[in-house]
């Protein structure tokens, strides 16, 4: 019983204390942004470029962590290779992020992120076939978070993304820049 009354009290304490420092202060707050990404891929015998326009809502939970979800369309990769004749590729998923506000305003914020996306890949040949491959994306990624007021903010991220089960393609390297606007 006194383990359970100290136990008690020091929680107490520590509650007392960390309410007037005003610890993590949860808020929902929701948004929607749009980024252009320049995406480069690994695959077998091919290094396809794309650019494509990525949709995102998400929200942010605390000045500290956020979630996202996402759907991005690529525009074709022309090339001549063999009988491939032109790729492109549209995933959709979520992202998980945490950022680390800087400054009195907390206005620049590294950033960090990790996710899973559906991946659709679509090959076109020069014999007027086609192939469709789809699998898992496994996203890691780092940026910066520059927060213009509290409702706009602009975004960059590099992104690593292993791609699994999904033949011909190892993994991709993308770029993104984006815009946020939080309600």
């Known amino acids: 019983?006194?383990?359970?009354?100290?136990?008690?009290?020091?929680l107490?304490?520590?509650?007392?204390?960390?309410?007037?420092?005003?610890?993590?202060?949860?808020?929902?707050?929701?948004?929607?942004?749009?980024?252009?990404?320049?995406?480069?891929?690994n695959a077998k015998k091919l290094r396809p470029n794309y650019n494509s326009a990525v949709a995102v809502l998400g929200s942010v939970y605390n000045r500290y962590f956020g979630t996202e979800v996402f759907y991005q369309y690529a525009g074709k990769d022309d090339f001549r290779h063999q009988a491939l004749k032109n790729t492109t590729f549209n995933a959709y998923g979520l992202d998980m992020l945490a950022y680390l506000p800087l400054g009195c305003?907390?206005?620049i914020a590294p950033l960090a992120t990790a996710g899973i996306g559906q991946y659709t890949f679509k090959q076109?040949?020069?014999?007027?076939?086609?192939?469709?491959?789809?699998?898992?994306?496994?996203?890691?990624?780092?940026?910066?978070?520059?927060?213009?007021?509290?409702?706009?903010?602009?975004?960059?991220?590099?992104?690593?993304?292993?791609?699994d089960k999904i033949h011909n393609y190892d993994h991709l390297t993308e770029y993104t820049a984006g815009l946020r606007y939080t309600f």
């Open 1 to 10: 019983m006194r383990k359970l009354v100290t136990k008690l009290a020091a």
């Open 124 to 163: 076109k040949f020069t014999n007027g076939g086609h192939n469709d491959d789809h699998g898992w994306g496994y996203r890691f990624g780092a940026g910066l978070q520059y927060n213009i007021d509290d409702n706009w903010a602009v975004r960059a991220i590099a992104r690593y993304i292993h791609t």
């Open 105 to 107: 305003k907390g206005r």
């Open 12 to 41: 107490a304490a520590l509650t007392a204390i960390a309410t007037p420092a005003e610890a993590i202060e949860n808020v929902y707050r929701p948004y929607l942004g749009i980024n252009y990404a320049h995406t480069r891929a």
